[in-house]
């Protein structure tokens, strides 16, 4: 069993930047697929990166490539997503999930935060 508390979100002008985090219960952090994913409002719950579970892999989804970086501390059971040059299309609800699997499908994540508001104003 893991659980996955987010912070970090908040209101940003077009531009800036946010880094949320992810903190991870349990001692088995390291075996997960760590994935970020988003929902904005009306939307389906999309996905947005991922990391595996040494941190030695990466994937982006293209509406983020080049802008956002994920990263992991397993010292300190805890994932990052830094936000850079931020687009009011990023506004949503952020969630982090850990999978088993290195995937982008949202079915492949077991356990899911509560998420955490990022609004990104024009």
Same mark, same amino acid.
């Given at each position: 069993?893991?659980? =996955? ?8 002008? +077009?531009?800036? %930047?946010?880094? =949320? %985090?992810? +903190? ?29 579970? %040494? ?15 994920? %990263? ?25 999930? +850990?999978?088993? =699997? ?18 990104? *104003? *024009?």
């Amino acid at each position: 069993q893991v659980q =996955l508390v987010e912070s970090g979100g908040g209101l940003v002008q +077009a531009g800036g %930047s946010l880094r =949320l %985090s992810c +903190a991870a219960s349990g001692r088995t952090f390291s075996r997960y697929t760590m994935g970020w994913f988003r929902q904005a409002p009306g939307k389906e719950r999309e996905f947005v990166v991922l990391i595996s579970r %040494s941190g030695g892999s990466t994937y982006y989804a293209d509406s983020v490539k080049g802008r956002f970086t994920i %990263s992991r501390d397993n010292a300190k059971n805890t994932v990052f997503l830094q936000m850079d040059s931020l687009k009011p299309e990023d506004t949503a609800v952020y969630y982090c999930a +850990a999978g088993e =699997l290195v995937s982008i499908e949202r079915d492949t994540y077991h356990y899911w935060g509560q998420g955490t508001q990022v609004t990104v *104003s *024009s």
